[in-house]
């Protein structure tokens, strides 16, 4: 893939148009979570027309992220930055999670409330902070600043991106 003429920058630019499509229909549910936007707009009314594009451009962002991994695994698995991306997308995953099935449960209840309450604030800061985390990750990653290959590299570094050093520890 890496080779083809086409396939790669068609792979590599659906991949960031998605993520584009799904961090920023996300960060506007943030900003109304937060109360910073859109506070005459009911929070359901807001979550029920953003979310439909919200969950299609995380399909075709996850889609195609897992085609760009699977390009080559050994060395996006061994990039530090790959590694805190993974990371940000699980603590993201989970706030996702605890919005959907705690906090937006009782949406009827602050559903026309400008500022919602402490716990959806909450999530929208979370939200905003972990996915600007993976945006901003996952463009380092493109950046061989401490891959496995280019040695000496401080201890941390081989630790964090799992790099097998000869002679290490010796």
């Known amino acids: 893939m890496l080779e083809s003429l086409y396939a790669w920058p ?6 960031v148009l998605a993520i584009a499509l799904f961090v920023g229909t996300a ?13 005459k707009v009911p929070a359901s009314a807001f979550t029920g027309r953003l979310l439909p594009w919200t969950r299609a451009g995380f399909v075709v962002s996850l889609v195609t992220g897992l085609l760009v991994f699977y390009s080559n ?18 603590l ?34 979370v939200s905003i902070f972990a996915w600007a985390l993976v945006v901003v990750t996952g463009r380092m990653i493109a950046y061989n600043w401490f891959d496995c290959d280019l ?3 401080p201890d941390f ?13 010796e």
């Open 92 to 125: 993201a995953g989970l706030n996702v999670w605890l919005f959907h099935s705690r906090i937006h449960r009782r949406v009827s209840q602050w559903d026309l409330d400008p500022v919602p309450p402490r716990a959806a604030r909450v999530a929208g800061m």
């Open 151 to 153: 040695q000496p590299q």
């Open 73 to 90: 695994p050994l060395r996006y698995y061994h990039n530090v930055f790959f590694r805190i991306k993974v990371l940000a997308l699980i």
């Open 10 to 15: 068609l792979l590599e630019s659906t991949h």
């Open 27 to 39: 960060v506007m549910m943030d900003l109304r979570l937060l109360g910073f936007a859109f506070r």
């Open 157 to 169: 570094v081989n630790w964090a991106a799992g790099c097998v050093v000869e002679g290490a520890g």
